[in-house]
């Protein structure tokens, strides 16, 4: 039975993608920070958990380690804190985007990769945003972590060239999800507002590209795949006047 492990497992993108590849007979290591709802996924058929948080290089090792071979790793914990311009933001909260979007991903990916290597197959997915292409005010550090993933995704396809290796930065867009509560610190009139008749996507509709891009035949990577929902689409550049 192919193996997929999962980051950041217990709410949004993360729990959808493990329901998937569950629902396509696949086995699911679930990996996140909250031990409730880990427990509550360890309740399906197929379904491994274990605590991580993806900011502790230690802490990762020694999960990786334990868990054994896996065929995907779908780097999908990180997250965004605050809207505030950069000049008014909090230093701690640059730093948590930091230590999980860019340090947390590297250690995951650098603790899954000799494995894939040394069997010359494997697939890492790990989870941009339009934000790491769009830069939109208030994006500053999670928009930069996210180009990171994109650039750290390309440099990653040409370091495998030849193993057998894959990789796909999928970046999606509009996405109604628990990220949005964090990023807004539970203030629910901001979430609330910013998902008010926008039809925005959904954790599903994201698993399912990753699905899709992982079981293409061995010889397809599909590196770069970029979400949204209907009604979003790029704004045009803004120009102040005063």
Request: some cysteine; glycine content about 10%.
């Given at each position: 039975?192919?193996?997929?492990?999962?980051?950041?497992?217990?709410?949004?993108?993360?729990?959808?993608?493990?329901?998937?590849?569950?629902?396509?007979?696949?086995?699911?290591?679930?990996?996140?920070?909250?031990?409730?709802?880990?427990?509550?996924?360890?309740?399906?058929?197929?379904?491994?958990?274990?605590?991580?948080?993806?900011?502790?290089?230690?802490?990762?090792?020694?999960?990786?380690?334990a868990?054994?071979?896996?065929?995907?790793?779908?780097?999908?914990?990180?997250?965004?804190l605050?809207?505030?311009?950069?000049?008014?933001?909090?230093?701690?909260?640059?730093?948590?985007?930091?230590?999980?979007?860019?340090k947390?991903?590297?250690?995951?990916?650098?603790?899954?990769?000799?494995?894939?290597?040394?069997?010359?197959?494997?697939?890492?997915?790990?989870l941009?945003?339009?934000?790491?292409?769009?830069?939109?005010?208030?994006?500053n550090?999670?928009?930069?972590?996210?180009?990171?993933?994109?650039?750290?995704?390309?440099?990653?396809?040409?370091?495998?060239?030849?193993?057998?290796?894959?990789?796909?930065?999928?970046?999606?867009?509009l996405?109604?999800?628990?990220?949005?509560?964090?990023?807004?610190?539970?203030?629910e009139?901001?979430?609330?507002?910013?998902?008010k008749?926008?039809?925005?996507?959904r954790?599903?509709?994201?698993?399912?590209?990753?699905?899709?891009?992982?079981?293409?035949?061995?010889?397809?990577?599909?590196?770069?795949?970029?979400?949204?929902?209907?009604?979003?689409?790029?704004?045009?550049?803004?120009?102040?006047?005063?």
């Amino acid at each position: 039975m192919p193996v997929v492990c999962v980051t950041g497992a217990t709410s949004g993108i993360g729990r959808a993608t493990v329901e998937r590849f569950v629902k396509e007979g696949w086995e699911a290591v679930a990996l996140g920070r909250r031990e409730e709802r880990l427990a509550a996924l360890a309740d399906r058929k197929s379904v491994r958990t274990a605590r991580l948080d993806v900011r502790h290089r230690d802490e990762v090792e020694q999960v990786f380690k334990a868990m054994g071979d896996i065929d995907v790793l779908v780097n999908n914990a990180g997250l965004a804190l605050g809207l505030e311009p950069a000049q008014e933001c909090s230093l701690d909260d640059w730093d948590t985007m930091v230590d999980t979007n860019i340090k947390g991903l590297l250690y995951c990916t650098r603790a899954a990769l000799p494995g894939m290597v040394a069997r010359k197959a494997g697939h890492v997915v790990n989870l941009g945003s339009i934000a790491g292409t769009y830069a939109y005010p208030g994006s500053n550090v999670y928009g930069a972590s996210k180009g990171f993933v994109l650039q750290f995704s390309r440099g990653l396809r040409c370091d495998l060239h030849g193993t057998g290796v894959r990789v796909t930065d999928i970046e999606p867009g509009l996405l109604e999800s628990e990220f949005s509560d964090v990023r807004f610190k539970g203030d629910e009139s901001r979430f609330e507002n910013l998902y008010k008749n926008a039809h925005p996507l959904r954790p599903e509709d994201v698993a399912d590209a990753i699905w899709w891009v992982t079981t293409r035949p061995a010889h397809v990577n599909v590196s770069q795949v970029e979400i949204m929902p209907t009604t979003q689409s790029l704004a045009s550049a803004r120009v102040f006047k005063g």
